[in-house]
């Protein structure tokens, strides 16, 4: 099983990304997918995950800024990321989790929002 991100890079404070997590060697089935984040310096911190089932969840931070949305052709999720603070930049993570399986993580793809 991979996760692959995609979707990183540098924008200005109050712009739109969208990071991407494409799962291979196994189908999104009986798991969810969580995106963490690490800025410098700091903890890990818990963004938002979607469930196989298609339940988001978002921390307080993300609230009605982020959206998490899945394609299950192409077997990816998605991090929709708008109206982004220079206080978002932090390295991105992909976290997998399968029933059965376990944890899968991706490599990481860092964001840089500036003011």
């Known amino acids: 099983v991979q996760v692959v991100e995609s979707g990183g890079g540098l924008v200005q404070a109050g712009g739109s990304l969208r990071l991407s997590c494409a799962v291979s060697?196994?189908?999104?089935?009986?798991?969810?997918m969580t995106w963490y984040r690490q800025a410098p310096g700091e903890q890990y911190e818990m963004v938002a995950s979607i469930t196989s089932a298609g339940k988001a969840n978002y921390a307080d931070s993300a609230k009605g800024r982020f959206t998490v949305s899945g394609d299950d052709d192409t077997n990816t999720r998605y991090l929709q990321m708008n109206s982004l603070k220079p206080e978002d930049t932090a390295v991105y993570y992909c976290?997998?989790?399968?029933?059965?399986?376990?944890?899968?993580w991706g490599q990481g793809t860092q964001i840089t929002v500036s003011s």
């Open positions: 976290n997998l989790w399968l029933l059965n399986y376990g944890h899968f």
């Open positions: 060697g196994t189908m999104f089935t009986d798991g969810a």
